[in-house]
T-cell receptor, first 110, second 111 residues
Framework: GENVEQHPSTLSVQEGDSAVIKCTYSDSASNYFPWYKQELGKRPQLIIDIRSNVGEKKDQRIAVTLNKTAKHFSLHITETQPEDSAVYFCAAARWGKLQFGAGTQVVVTP | DAGVIQSPRHEVTEMGQEVTLRCKPISGHDYLFWYRQTMMRGLELLIYFNNNVPIDDSGMPEDRFSAKMPNASFSTLKIQPSEPRDSAVYFC?????????FGPGTRLLVL
């Protein structure tokens, strides 16, 4: 089955700096790669996703890149703000079933 | 749309009792997923349904867990009998064309 590895497990950044989280996946047939943000005590919420026919997608301060050949994808957050502090999960899927990474705890310090 | 609805939001029970968690997916979604989240094991997929039919229950930890989806707008996850190690947050999610939306979760504490 699919295996998703996510790095780093924790990330501390200064407000205004950029944050990058990287994930690798094992199943070359995976074709959908969402990213979720989970604040403490709340549900995971979709923040951006990318499908395998696209190499990059951007939404305001958030961007995701996908390299299908290397089987890795990354989340980039620019101009980080304190409200970006949360746990971020990457995931990979085909046929509807998501395999999640272990999560990255992002702390943005003022 | 109200999003995915779960009930109860919090449940405290004693070991050995039956626990039933409920989920109403987003109208029109054809997939429904049950997850369990703990600090130790992270986010685990327990079971998922497509058009009300169970597709993969390989994540269900043992026979004490069962799930049903009698119709497109309702699903239950039952634990009988419950044990302290079942304490976790249980999320239901539904999807259409791959994008999953999570419910608010049920925080379960088994004493």
């Amino acid at each position: 089955g699919e295996n998703v590895e996510q790095h780093p497990s924790t990330l501390s950044v200064q407000e205004g700096d950029s944050a990058v989280i990287k994930c690798t996946y094992s199943d070359s047939a995976s074709n959908y790669f969402p990213w979720y943000k989970q604040e403490l005590g709340k549900r995971p919420q979709l923040i951006i996703d990318i499908r395998s026919n696209v190499g990059e997608k951007k939404d305001q301060r958030i961007a995701v890149t996908l390299n299908k050949t290397a089987k890795h994808f990354s989340l980039h957050i620019t101009e980080t703000q304190p409200e970006d502090s949360a746990v971020y999960f990457c995931a990979a899927a085909r046929w509807g079933k998501l395999q999640f990474g272990a999560g990255t705890q992002v702390v943005v310090t003022p | 749309d109200a999003g995915v609805i779960q009930s109860p939001r919090h449940e405290v029970t004693e070991m050995g009792q039956e626990v039933t968690l409920r989920c109403k997916p987003i109208s029109g979604h054809d997939y429904l997923f049950w997850y369990r989240q703990t600090m130790m094991r992270g986010l685990e997929l327990l079971i998922y349904f497509n058009n009300n039919v169970p597709i993969d229950d390989s994540g269900m930890p043992e026979d004490r867990f069962s799930a049903k989806m009698p119709n497109a707008s309702f699903s239950t996850l039952k634990i009988q009998p419950s044990e302290p190690r079942d304490s976790a947050v249980y999320f239901c999610a539904s999807s259409l064309e791959g994008t999953q939306y999570f419910g608010p979760g049920t925080r379960l504490l088994v004493l």
